[in-house]
């Protein structure tokens, strides 16, 4: 089995408008069994900017608190928030530099601009190549399934909770066909005033 | 007999001194001046301003540092060398933060800090850094803390201190004025900071830069702008409260 399909976990980030969207599963599991159905793979790095970490899970807890050394390091001598891009660049930096022992995360990142509240949403792989994109990203053990939820859902410039409908049921009905993530999942709406966090509730199986 | 042994810095000389370490201290009293009270729910850092030359752009010379989200530090001294020590407990901060999953205490801080200008007193080709520092802030049990450093490394707790020019002066004026009521008032320890600071500011108030800790709370920063401080209705412009 693929070393990051350990674990098992589920990804997906959207935009819409003036408004980005990001959700996960909550499984924790190892192989077959499942341990957990409350782990966090989504991490909150600033009041607008989330990450989520797929993946191996020590590296997924790992990442995210070296992450956070840099982040607030960053913070503390620029002496302002950092902008999405600015925060992908990083996590890139910081998956590169385990090129010949990576890091098993695949991470994605969503997120509004502190300044100008622009909706951003990037994934990168394990080695911190980032993409992009003006619709949505996915990551994790179902991407293939999650990839053709999310293109036959997504459409652009959706209203926040237009845009949780839509990442709701992509998400839901993509990992309802892998056998490693799942057993609930959270989706994070977040838009330029505030965060609405949502559990959702879905087959545990 | 001075002027032979204060070259290699890890030389002593033969009365016992350490004449780079005293020198570092004379710069330090060159600096200009900052203030520190601790009251019992607040912690207030005030510093001088030096005034800046009418075509340089007056964004704030940062004189008051935050290390961490419950720490700051002010310093009288060389500015440059002061980035430095900043820079690196920031890092050990946050460092402290993913080894021990706590906040760094105000006291550890300010070890690592003073432990960190004890090597330069003690290592080849290296001068001391030519700063003292005062480091406030709250430790996780929400006690309030104010410590100093200086030069050659020792640190010491204070309950309100003064370091820079005219040190000796605010002092006196500090050990006058500070009590048990004062300690007790957060108001009353911002208004002793600024009273304090007027003794020896130049044009009585628009030089100064005062920031405040309360428990919990991120750090404020106000400036003073207007030119004549009346200290019974302060009309302070608080600057953005830095959160992590």
Request: hydrophobic residues 40%; neutral net charge.
């Amino acid at each position: 089995m693929s070393i990051l399909a350990y674990n098992g976990a589920a990804i997906m980030a959207m935009k819409g408008k003036n408004c980005v969207a990001i959700a996960a599963d909550r499984r924790f599991g190892v192989q077959a069994q499942t341990i957990s159905t409350e782990f966090e793979k989504i991490f909150e790095m600033g009041p607008q900017l989330f990450v989520g970490l797929p993946g191996l899970a020590t590296d997924v807890q790992t990442v995210f608190q070296r992450l956070k050394f840099r982040l607030n390091i960053y913070e503390l001598r620029e002496n302002r928030r950092i902008k999405p891009k600015t925060f992908m660049s990083m996590v890139s930096n910081l998956l590169y530099e385990r090129r010949f022992g990576p890091y098993f995360v695949e991470p994605v990142i969503a997120g509004l601009d502190p300044v100008t509240s622009e909706p951003y949403v990037a994934s990168m792989d394990l080695i911190g190549c980032p993409m992009e994109t003006n619709d949505f990203v996915v990551s994790g053990t179902c991407s293939e399934q999650m990839y053709g939820m999310c293109e036959s859902l997504w459409e652009p410039n959706l209203e926040p909770d237009d845009l949780f409908e839509t990442i709701s049921q992509a998400l839901m009905n993509a990992f309802d066909r892998d056998a490693v993530s799942g057993w609930g999942a959270v989706v994070y709406i977040i838009e330029k005033d505030k965060v609405t966090k949502r559990f959702l509730k879905t087959r545990q199986d | 007999m001075s002027d032979r042994y204060d070259r290699a810095i890890t030389v002593f000389s033969p009365d016992g001194h350490l004449f780079q370490v005293e020198y570092a201290q004379e710069a330090v009293k060159k600096g200009s001046t900052a203030v520190g009270v601790r009251g019992k729910n607040i912690v207030v850092l005030g510093v001088e301003k030096k005034a800046v030359a009418k075509l340089q752009e007056d964004r704030t010379v940062r004189k008051i540092a935050l290390l961490d989200d419950h720490v700051a530090l002010a310093f009288a001294g060389l500015t440059a060398d002061a980035r430095i020590l900043i820079n690196r407990a920031r890092v050990e901060c946050q460092s402290h933060r993913l080894t021990v999953e706590d906040p760094v205490t105000v006291e550890y801080i300010t070890q690592y800090i003073a432990q960190l200008k004890q090597r330069y007193t003690q290592s080849n080709g290296r001068r001391p850094f030519g700063l003292s520092a005062l480091i406030i802030g709250f430790d996780n049990d929400g006690t309030p803390r104010l410590y100093q450093t200086d030069p050659s490394g020792t640190y010491h707790e204070w309950k309100t201190n003064t370091i820079g020019r005219s040190a000796k002066t605010v002092r006196e004026f500090l050990e006058k004025h500070y009590t048990e009521e004062v300690q007790a008032n957060d108001d009353e320890c911002i208004k002793l900071t600024l009273k304090a600071l007027l003794e020896v500011v130049q044009s009585g108030g628009k030089n100064m830069e005062v920031a405040v800790m309360r428990r919990g709370k991120p750090l404020q920063v106000s400036f003073i702008m207007h030119q004549k401080v009346r200290l019974d209705n302060i009309h302070i412009y608080i600057l953005k409260g830095k959160k992590i």
